[in-house]
């Protein structure tokens, strides 16, 4: 049996063997970054209306909550505030993972939550700045 060399064919099959190592890589890397039960997500303020009168002056994004369950088909149920009369099933598209900051200065503590008097929220004031 004769046996001959392809120097084309071969160079091409080994960009072709990696670049099917570099996708695999890729399709790792996005898996780990991908949402999954139990992170810590933003969520957009986009379709969610509040009693602020411009769009403008609300919030872009919510604070962090926790996801309860993945539905599937990229949607995620979030465990939300009883206070919020909204359904608590969202698209993947409306949820930022969240990221730790890099940095120690980057870190802020969050906000305490609201006390409730007579069904309303009520803050407490630890200072007033000039404006």
Not at 58 to 63: F, I, L, P, T
Request: proline content about 6%.
């Amino acid at each position: 049996m004769v046996q001959m060399e392809f120097p084309k064919l071969n160079k091409f099959l080994m960009g072709s063997q990696r670049s099917w190592e570099e996708a695999m890589k890729s399709m790792e890397i996005v898996q780990e970054a991908m949402k999954k039960v139990r992170d810590n997500v933003w969520l957009e303020s986009k379709n969610i209306h509040s009693n602020r009168p411009l769009k403008k002056l609300d919030q872009k994004r919510y604070r962090l909550f926790k996801i309860s369950k993945d539905i599937g088909l990229e949607m995620f149920q979030l465990e939300l505030p009883e206070r919020w009369m909204i359904h608590n099933m969202f698209n993947e598209d409306l949820l930022t993972k969240c990221r730790k900051p890099h940095f120690k200065g980057q870190y802020m503590e969050p906000a305490p939550p609201p006390i409730i008097i007579n069904k309303e929220e009520k803050y407490k004031v630890e200072e007033v700045r000039k404006h």
